[in-house]
């Protein structure tokens, strides 16, 4: 099978690329001497975690195999059916979910969940089989979590009790980030923060042995992972336009793109209409905020090189994708049918709106075999 015979729009996966940004991962990690936690919310698939798990520089906290990070129980559920047991549910748990988590951990897995919340931490203790269970940290992103110096970090670690098992941030707000500089300062923010909270707790008596931070920017812009015993890190796999933009990868990095058709010739207008919309390639304009606009995703051929310049999807309607393409392809008019791939913008929202990947190798258009992948929640 070829790209060529491919339905469109559907998603394209280069695993060479895959390979190349996992393996910079672990080295990273590697050098900092802390295991990785690889987060499954971007690929959220068996194949590809098998991929980051088997370079896992020393999974102090998961066993043999090491452990994972998702974004859903659907994920988490997903996972141990294909035999990963060590998660870490990475989104603040409700007590509604908790039976869920304990018919997991119960049927094999080991989940631990995350709370920032006296109330819920008192609903985990009282629960019949209480999950191992992470402090949220606000380490400068301001979406969940409690700071480092927060009376209420203590209270939460003591209804917690023996559940408690140690800290978590995510250094989301190093996306704001311009500079390696100001990058490594976000990094550092990230690791102190957290690093002080858990000497907090030791220090009252709880045993914290877990620190985990982790976002893709941070991970490769930190000079000290000193005190961290584990780092999350997830689009680093795909990587996509937003990344490279920040400097998190380099241009070449994108290993997912997705495949589209044209549907649609305007050369007076130098504009093509594509069969690949806001669905398909997803609504996010990232690259907005930085100093190249891609608007929702920059054409590239059927190799995925960016041989046709700047020609951007530049409106994205539910099922149509307007490309603006680039002046210096002059009257520039490929047939209907002819497909081209679109690098995207934020590959964790692209990624979810597809159901499997079509892998190929290097840039070859023969497709090797096709991974599914799982959405939901």
């Known amino acids: ?175 704001g980030a311009r500079s390696v500089p100001e990058m490594r300062q976000t990094a550092e923010q990230e690791r102190l923060g957290c690093v002080h909270a858990v000497s907090r707790l030791r220090a009252a008596g709880h045993p914290a042995p877990i620190v985990s931070i982790g976002s893709s920017p941070t991970a490769r812009a930190a000079t000290s992972m000193e005190g961290v015993t584990e780092l999350r890190a997830g689009v680093y796999m795909f990587g996509d336009l937003f990344q490279a933009e920040i400097g998190t990868h380099g241009p070449d990095d994108i290993a997912v793109s997705v495949l589209t058709s044209v549907i649609g010739n305007r050369p007076s207008q130098r504009r093509l209409l594509v069969d690949a919309g806001a669905i398909a390639l997803s609504k996010d304009r990232s690259t907005q905020a930085t100093a190249n606009d891609y608007g929702f995703g920059i054409l590239a051929d059927m190799q995925g090189r960016r041989s046709l310049g700047r020609s951007i999807v530049r409106t994205a309607y539910q099922e149509h994708g307007v490309v603006e393409l680039d002046p210096q392809l002059g009257t520039f008019a490929p047939p209907i049918g002819t497909k081209f791939r679109v690098l995207p913008n934020h590959t964790c929202l692209t990624a979810a709106a597809h159901d499997r990947y079509f892998v190929i190798e290097d840039d070859s258009e023969t497709v090797t075999a096709i991974w599914p992948r799982v959405n939901g929640w």
């Open 1 to 175: 099978m070829r790209l060529s015979d491919l339905p469109t729009p559907c998603l394209v996966l280069d695993r060479r690329v895959l390979a190349r940004n996992l393996n910079v991962m672990a080295q990273v990690a590697s050098y900092h001497g802390v295991a990785l936690r690889p987060h499954m919310k971007t690929a959220k698939s068996i194949d590809v975690a098998r991929m980051a798990l088997a370079l896992n520089p020393g999974a102090a906290a998961g066993g043999e195999q090491g452990g994972v990070t998702v974004s859903t129980l659907a994920e988490a559920e997903y996972f141990a059916g294909h035999g990963l047991s060590d998660m870490l549910y990475a989104v603040g748990i409700t007590p509604q979910k908790l039976d869920q988590v304990a018919k997991l951990n119960t049927a094999g897995a080991d989940i631990i969940v995350i709370t920032d919340d006296a109330t819920v931490a008192s609903a985990i203790a009282a629960h019949p089989a209480p999950p191992r269970t992470l402090i949220e940290i606000d380490t400068g992103e301001h979406r969940g979590g409690l700071f480092p110096d927060d009376p209420m970090v203590l209270d939460i670690a003591a209804r917690l009790g023996p559940n408690l098992v140690g800290v978590m941030t995510h250094g989301g707000h190093s996306y």
